[in-house]
Nanobody, 115 residues
Framework: QVQLVESGGGLVQPGGSLRLSCAASGFTFSNYAMSWFRQAPGKERELVATISAFGMTTWADSVKGRFTISRDNTKNTVNLQMNSLKPEDTAVYYC?????????WGQGTQVTVSS
C-alpha cells in the first residue's frame, strides 16, 4: 500500500531554515510527481511545491525564492528545503502523491516559526 512518511519539522526562529523529508513506498516513485502541501490553523490546505517525475518544479508565490523541492529516485524520497522562514510559514506540512485517481497523504509534520 502507498505510504508517505514525513520528518524534519520543528521549532525555528524567523529567518532560520528547516529541511523536510518524505519517504515514499508502495508505488513506483520515479514515475510520479510529488508535492508538498501545508495547512495552518483555521486555514485550508494549500499547495506549496511540486516536482514532476522529470524534475520540473512549481511553487506557490508565497514561498518562491525561499523554498527548494528536490527528489532522490534512488532513495524514494522528496525533500523540502525551507530558508528565510517567516511566522506565516507556521503550519503542518504534508507530503502527497496523486495516483490511480486518488490523492494520498502522509501524516504531516509540524513546522513552527517563532521567536
Amino acid at each position: 500500500q502507498v505510504q508517505l512518511v514525513e520528518s524534519g519539522g520543528g521549532l525555528v526562529q524567523p529567518g532560520g531554515s528547516l529541511r523536510l523529508s518524505c519517504a515514499a513506498s508502495g508505488f513506483t516513485f520515479s514515475n510520479y510527481a510529488m508535492s508538498w502541501f501545508r495547512q495552518a490553523p483555521g486555514k485550508e490546505r494549500e499547495l506549496v511545491a511540486t516536482i514532476s517525475a522529470f524534475g520540473m518544479t512549481t511553487w506557490a508565490d508565497s514561498v518562491k525564492g525561499r523554498f527548494t523541492i528536490s527528489r532522490d529516485n534512488t532513495k524514494n524520497t522528496v525533500n523540502l528545503q525551507m530558508n528565510s522562514l517567516k511566522p506565516e510559514d507556521t503550519a503542518v506540512y504534508y507530503c502527497s502523491v496523486h495516483l490511480s485517481s486518488k490523492r494520498y497523504w502522509g501524516q504531516g509534520t509540524q513546522v513552527t516559526v517563532s521567536s
